[in-house]
């Protein structure tokens, strides 16, 4: 009753809109109860829903949402100085320094106790390494651990290290640092565990849940890397792709070519020296983290050119890269692209030192060798190339492509015959063939992604599309133009990509990566256009495959504390949603039916307020 009247109420004042003030005077009254009424009822009926949700169990807050998981309503509180590692006979040397190297993740304080307490009490972390299957995994990559959390104490067990690292970084979303404790003093620092007790036993559904960062557009600071890495650790992603180089920059220091990073970077201090990489690889594995190094080939390399030695064999190097401001004018634009020669011996000399490098910096079964986007207008304008291709019967450049691929797994194959091949993939390299052991990362449309189901039906797959999970979109292009990949990727865009919806064999599948190329990213804004996104879409990768609706609130609120959880940490990380519907996710991401008379009464309430004197 009290809906319909404020109705007609909003319905005459609008329409009563000129006439004498007398008779405005008297609907603007009438109108003015029918609102507040309105507003009563409409708070009220909020209010004894927030009580009803309220009074229900608070959901446990951890992304990726555990594969399976129990647990209830009690809570303790811990002196982290009490806290005792307890190792089991089997735990080796390697878990007992990782637990070591993690006492701060786990507690978030200093390994030491500066002040001494008298205390016969103990909260003891059992570390139990599980015996490993004979035979298989030979690295011991399973991600697999068990978890239990009570008012006495902590159980963790895993057969691998990198297992231990996946518990750790559950324990770090679970333990809450008392605010009255003195942070200072891990003496008198407490921990709080809610929902005891808690028993999880978790895996992730891919083996390969990535980031690529680049720092080849934009040199990225140490520091911005390990950053990157920790949050990775917290949100169970396990492969940094680096994409090291490209046309603009060349920094990875050799040691086999000395003077190129020196030459070919953008300034001498910004270099990743051999040091500074090795020093990423071990602290990235530390936390359950891979490192697949890029050197991007025969495109992408114009950088390379900068180096005296190999100005040759970098074709298009003097070439100009206009493009058109819409409304302004033409540009010269820069740096062009370009292609490596595949016809001169000194391309694969270079290979072959370059590759030593890799092999020696990163230990990974993986190494990425691009293949994407190369400009074949640049073999053409070469003579010699030309020339090439018609004494060796090469009928066309895409045959050209797989003369060079060939030659530079020829020389990967001797340098090591364990190591796998990572290429770009999208509709304009299907005409290149692969290796079946070779990897395919798609960056194309995801329209475009059951096409590799028939064009390589044997190979596996690192899934990226671009229209889904590439990070720098929708922030307009280093020229100040649009994007060429269109609008911003949202936290829940990313969300509902799912690998699997392509038709593709999904034994082939080995997971999906988030692309973070650096045109217009730094070291101020780099990490702020990973998180949350990349967390949401950590949380896909992980656990099994959604069927039918999904509880939208529950994401928003566990994404919102995992987001305040890394800036907690000195992670820079953006807001899910408003800071209203943060605070009240039940409300804001509830469902609601769409109905066409509250919907109409919404307007009309809106445009009466927008109206009104």
């Not at 891919?206 to 720092?215: K, N, P």
């Not at 040691?255 to 990073?261: E, M």
């Not at 949401?536 to 609130?553: D, I, Q, S, Y």
Request: a negative charge; proline letters at 5%.
């Amino acid at each position: 009753f009290f809906f319909f009247q404020a109705e007609d109420g909003i319905r005459d004042s609008v329409a009563s809109r000129g006439l004498g003030d007398v008779y405005k005077r008297q609907v603007s009254t009438q109108s003015t109860w029918g609102l507040l009424i309105m507003t009563f009822w409409i708070y009220a009926v909020l209010f004894i829903r927030m009580l009803f949700v309220g009074s229900m169990q608070a959901e446990i807050k951890l992304l990726p949402y555990p594969k399976e998981i129990h647990y209830g309503d009690g809570i303790t509180e811990v002196f982290v100085c009490d806290i005792d590692f307890k190792f089991t006979e089997q735990a080796s040397e390697e878990v007992k320094d990782l637990i070591g190297a993690h006492f701060q993740t786990i507690t978030g304080q200093p390994t030491s106790c500066f002040t001494e307490r008298e205390t016969t009490s103990s909260f003891p972390i059992e570390v139990i390494q599980l015996p490993r299957a004979q035979g298989v995994d030979s690295k011991c990559l399973n991600e697999e651990y068990e978890l239990e959390v009570s008012e006495f104490g902590v159980k963790m067990s895993a057969e691998c290290p990198v297992g231990f690292v996946r518990a750790i970084s559950t324990i770090w979303q679970l333990r809450q640092i008392k605010k009255d404790s003195d942070s200072s003093d891990a003496g008198k620092a407490k921990l709080i565990f809610e929902h005891l007790p808690i028993h999880i036993k978790d895996s992730p559904r891919f083996e390969y849940r990535g980031i690529m960062i680049d720092t080849a557009r934009h040199y990225l600071q140490l520091s911005t890397i390990k950053r990157i890495i920790n949050a990775m650790m917290y949100s169970k992603m396990n492969a940094m792709h680096w994409h090291m180089v490209d046309d603009d920059s060349f920094p990875m220091q050799s040691k086999n070519i000395p003077g190129l990073a020196e030459n070919a970077s953008f300034s001498p201090s910004e270099i990743y020296t051999v040091e500074q990489i090795k020093e990423i690889v071990e602290y990235a594995k530390v936390r359950g983290v891979r490192v697949i190094p890029e050197i991007d080939c025969p495109g992408h390399s114009r950088a390379l050119g900068q180096y005296k030695p190999f100005y040759d064999m970098v074709t298009c190097f003097d070439s100009v890269w206009p493009y058109t401001l819409k409304d302004v004018y033409r540009i010269h634009g820069g740096p062009p692209t370009s292609a490596l020669d595949p016809t001169m011996d000194i391309t694969y000399e270079y290979a072959e030192k370059i590759l030593k490098d890799l092999l020696e910096y990163f230990n990974d079964d993986l190494i990425h060798l691009g293949g994407d986007e190369v400009m074949y207008s640049c073999w053409k304008a070469r003579k010699s190339i030309e020339e090439f291709m018609k004494k060796n019967n090469i009928p066309d450049y895409e045959h050209l492509m797989i003369y060079f691929l060939n030659k530079m797994r020829a020389v990967l194959e001797r340098l090591s015959s364990t190591k796998k091949v990572v290429y770009w993939s999208n509709a304009a390299t299907f005409k290149i063939k692969y290796k079946e052991s070779d990897v395919l990362q798609y960056w194309g449309d995801s329209k475009e992604i059951p096409k590799l189901a028939t064009i390589y039906p044997n190979n596996k797959y690192i899934l990226s599309p671009n229209d889904l999970v590439y990070l720098d979109c929708g922030l307009g292009n280093k020229y100040g133009g649009k994007m060429w990949c269109g609008d911003y990727k949202t936290w829940l865009r990313m969300y509902l990509f799912e690998p699997t919806n392509y038709q593709l064999n999904e034994k082939n599948i080995l997971g999906g990566e988030a692309c973070a190329w650096s045109e217009i990213m730094t070291d101020h804004n780099y990490e702020l256009r990973l998180w949350p996104r990349v967390a949401a879409m950590a949380e896909t990768l992980w656990m099994p495959k959604r069927v039918g609706e999904f509880n939208l609130t529950s994401l928003v609120i566990r994404l919102t504390e995992f987001s305040h959880k890394l800036t907690e940490e000195g992670i820079p990380s953006n807001p899910v949603a408003s800071q209203y519907c943060q605070i009240h996710a039940n409300e804001c991401f509830q469902k609601w039916p769409k109905t066409q008379s509250t919907d109409q009464l919404y307007y009309k309430h809106i445009c009466l307020l927008y109206t009104s004197p």
